[in-house]
């Protein structure tokens, strides 16, 4: 048991945010069967999905301001703690093989760093000061944008890190699953997830969490479509970088460009493993090094650069 420290002992009573409220449809929780057990978890889970909906305006314009910033030089950060962090490292982890972007454009800061993924350190949580340091030592700046996540809208990391990054000048989004009049954050874009009381009172690796990831997997995926790593709805900046990916590669150059297996990988090596540069030069019979300056010219965007040839692929 974690040694209870007084000095920590709360300020305020957070017994009025709707991440804290008892769910009064699992007030008997520990009574039900496991089978009425599991049909109440199925029946509150699908709040997370209503609660995306429902912040739909704020993620289009948090996507919509990320990747403007993006597109000039400006990386995307998450911070959090806990599972609100956990999630943000998550969705940062897998922006490189998913889109083939570099590291350091998408970042995820957790409370306590690595060691907090895998052993729980909440208690780092609560100093405000260590988000901005978190930030100055990942070279956050002013260009950059910043997705504060924090489910009960009240994480002094968090908030510490959402005012630095509007006191430099730095796109500030938060990410909350309560209202905004229960716990206003320092923020340029608000959004606000409102799942509701979760079946075990307080617990929001549940629903909260549930809903948060679904919505930061919409929020980098639809920026890395509008920053031209997907034509139609595959992801062509994908890099063929072991069997499982070398084989969805050749599939899509089959599906898009209509070559066979062997021709495609044949294009793959050419191109180094990039799918997109493999197309390209699929459909427009260029040679590697001018496919490149071709979408080097028209900023990695494939339809672009297709268009400027008279070219196109097979969807």
């Not at 999905?49 to 910033?69: F, H, M, P």
């Not at 405000?128 to 950059?144: K, T």
């Not at 994908?238 to 089959?254: E, G």
Request: contains cysteine.
């Amino acid at each position: 048991m974690a040694e209870f420290k007084r000095e920590l002992e709360p300020s305020i009573d957070r017994g009025h945010l709707l991440t804290e409220q008892a769910n009064p449809r699992s007030v008997d929780l520990d009574l039900l069967e496991t089978s009425a057990l599991v049909d109440l978890f199925i029946e509150e889970d699908l709040r997370p999905q209503q609660a995306v909906a429902g912040a739909s305006e704020s993620l289009t314009a948090a996507i919509e301001a990320i990747a403007e910033r993006l597109r000039h030089g400006g990386r995307l950060y998450y911070l959090g703690a806990g599972t609100s962090g956990r999630l943000g490292v998550l969705d940062a982890a897998e922006c490189p093989p998913t889109f083939c972007s570099a590291p350091e454009q998408v970042q995820g800061l957790l409370a306590g760093g690595a060691a907090a993924l895998l052993k729980s350190s909440e208690g780092l949580e609560d100093q405000e000061i260590a988000g901005r340091a978190d930030l100055d030592e990942h070279g956050f700046c002013g260009q950059d944008c910043l997705v504060g996540i924090a489910a009960g809208g009240t994480t002094p990391y968090v908030r510490g890190g959402l005012a630095y990054a509007k006191a430099i000048g730095a796109l500030a989004i938060a990410m909350a699953c309560v209202p905004t009049e229960q716990a206003p954050l320092p923020c340029d874009i608000d959004i606000r997830l409102l799942t509701g009381p979760e079946v075990l009172t307080g617990s929001t690796r549940l629903k909260a969490g549930t809903a948060t990831k679904m919505a930061l997997n919409i929020l980098s995926t639809a920026v890395m479509v509008r920053l031209g790593k997907v034509y139609g709805n595959r992801m062509v900046d994908v890099s063929a970088s072991n069997s499982k990916l070398i084989d969805r590669s050749i599939r899509i150059l089959r599906d898009l460009a209509g070559v066979n297996r062997e021709a495609g990988l044949e294009l793959l090596e050419q191109a180094n493993g990039s799918v997109k540069l493999a197309l390209l030069m699929a459909a427009t019979k260029l040679s590697v090094h001018n496919a490149q300056d071709l979408l080097d010219h028209h900023q990695q965007q494939l339809r672009l650069a297709l268009e400027a040839c008279g070219c196109s692929l097979l969807v």
